[in-house]
């Protein structure tokens, strides 16, 4: 079937490491994107990738970062200089190529907790 | 740019009851507009889409959802409620070149019996 799988569900970081959340999609689709969800707060976007080897800041980029080397890939790394980084993670993927509209698939996120 | 607001952060009825969650949006060209749904602990989940044929739009799980351009709204309604609608519903608009979604801050839909 396909879809996108994060890896892992729950994850639990010490304070000062760094963090790397998966996201695999085999849905064939160009763009794809991390959100960070807090209560109350609804979807924010950290990066989003449209194409392979290129990928755009969103609107809560500072300490994370991500790569995009494979189409199926775009995994995401929480740096020790993102200060509040316990929340619920969901990634998504869309295949706009052509589209005058973006419609987004996403994955069952990963749930990131410091200790 | 392209902006959306969900009016009630927290909306309850009885098992039954019509279900109305309201999505205003703002946007300089012809908006494309959707509904997710997420439950507890999961991703998110598309309901319905508007993508510029009829008006009225209708979904998964008996929802539907009215494009009103002269009240820029979107609003999601259900007939009658079912105890498995409870979860947390967002709006969402693509924005101009279909880069990216801009998402309300969403609904939380609690249903009593």
């Known amino acids: 079937d396909g879809g996108i799988t994060q890896s892992p569900k729950y994850l639990f970081r010490k304070e000062g490491q760094n963090v790397t959340l998966s996201c695999e999609q085999n849905?064939?689709?160009?763009?794809m994107y991390w959100y960070r969800q807090d209560p109350g707060q609804g979807l924010r976007l950290i990066y989003y990738?449209?194409?392979?080897?290129?990928?755009q800041k969103g609107d809560i980029a500072e300490g994370y970062s991500v790569s995009r080397e494979k189409k199926e890939s775009f995994p995401l790394t929480v740096t020790s200089a993102q200060k509040n980084p316990t929340a619920f993670y969901l990634c998504?993927?869309?295949?706009?190529?052509?589209?005058?509209?973006?419609?987004?698939?996403f994955g069952p996120g990963t749930r990131l907790t410091v200790l | 740019a392209q902006s959306v607001t969900q009016l009630g952060s927290h909306v309850s009825v009885s098992e039954g009851a019509l279900v109305l969650l309201r999505c205003n949006y703002s946007?300089?060209?012809?908006?494309?507009l959707f509904w997710y749904v997420q439950y507890p602990n999961q991703g998110l989940q598309l309901l319905l889409k508007?993508?510029?044929?009829?008006?009225l739009v209708k979904g998964i799980n008996g929802f539907e959802a009215e494009f009103k351009k002269s009240e820029t709204s979107f609003h999601l309604t259900k007939p009658s409620a079912h105890m498995s609608d409870a979860a947390e519903y967002f709006c969402?608009?693509?924005?101009?070149?279909?880069?990216?979604?801009?998402f309300g801050q969403g609904t939380r839909l609690t249903i009593n019996p």
């Open positions: 998504a993927s869309s295949n706009n190529r052509g589209s005058s509209y973006n419609e987004q698939f």
């Open positions: 849905l064939n689709h160009d763009a």
């Open positions: 990738s449209q194409i392979v080897n290129d990928f």
């Open positions: 946007s300089s060209v012809p908006p494309y």
């Open positions: 508007y993508t510029s044929a009829a008006t």
């Open positions: 969402a608009v693509s924005d101009q070149g279909a880069q990216k979604l801009v």
